[in-house]
């Protein structure tokens, strides 16, 4: 990119937002009637309680780690696209994006995230999964089932964590379709984190305060950076920079929390709103490796949640 700040246009509202807190939140929310009309249809797909899961002798049998997200081919949404359309046709999301990225930017990836209630989650994989920093759940549903992700929990986390070597020319887009209340699993935000730049996961944070923490980086450049829970009715959206840090706790509630989360590229190299935020970073933007938590075969190999107890 090579671009410095003061190369670059003034930056406008939502670029500002991301420079300044590397998130920006829509003040308008989507459609709630459309949101609600999807989130029936995907509902009316499953049961997304216990009934998603192997049981222990099945998952030990042929335990996978990898390849078990959605991808190409089985991904729930395929069957969705013109539901999607308040998403991906709603304008301020789609000004938004475009000052960001480029008016011909790219979505990435589109699918389901769902929060599994903790009733849900079967007490053999409770007790297996119990202060892991990424309880992801794609290894343990049954493989019919692997066209949405499933989480019980993710630590703090940034979005890069999936693409080593690249650069940061993406922001991640989020969409409740459903309200979502401080028991029902919401984003936990670490508003500034961006600044640092790329760091391996787990990252390093200390608490210093209700909604205040320390973040150091592994050249000892340390921040402090505010929490901020993304709590919220049907059809609100997000968008934050790959640097920024944030997860959720285990979902409290009695039902399951269901979101849509897209991940958005640009699209031509010309000088954009991302050029501006990376400019402001004073961290690297890309890492040869992201992560230090997974054994070679992909499960996990340590013990530690910080966004637990935020």
Known sequence: MGLTAAALTPPSPVTRSLIETGAHLFDHRLDAAAADDLLGKIRGQRSFDHRLFQDEASFDADPQFRGVNPRPGRNLLEQFQPELAFVEQDAG??????EVLGPDYVIMDRKVVCG??????PDWLKARIDGQPVNNLGPYVKPEYRDVTYFYGIDF??????????????????????????????????????????TPFPHTLSRQGLDLWRYEGPDGDAIDVTQRVLTGGAGFAAIWHPFTLHGTQPDAADHERISLRYLV??????????????ASIRGPLSLATTRVDLAENGAARLRVNTVRDA
């Open 157 to 198: 986390h940034q979005d890069i964590i999936d693409y080593r070597d690249r650069e940061a020319d993406f922001v991640t887009l989020y969409v409740y379709l459903h309200p979502v209340a401080r028991i029902d699993a919401p984003l936990f935000l670490l508003e500034g984190s961006h600044r640092l730049g790329a």
């Open 265 to 278: 590229g640009r699209g031509s190299m010309t000088a954009n709103g991302m050029d501006t935020v990376n």
């Open 116 to 121: 599994v209630r903790a009733k849900s989650i």
């Open 93 to 98: 999301l789609v000004a938004g994006l475009s």
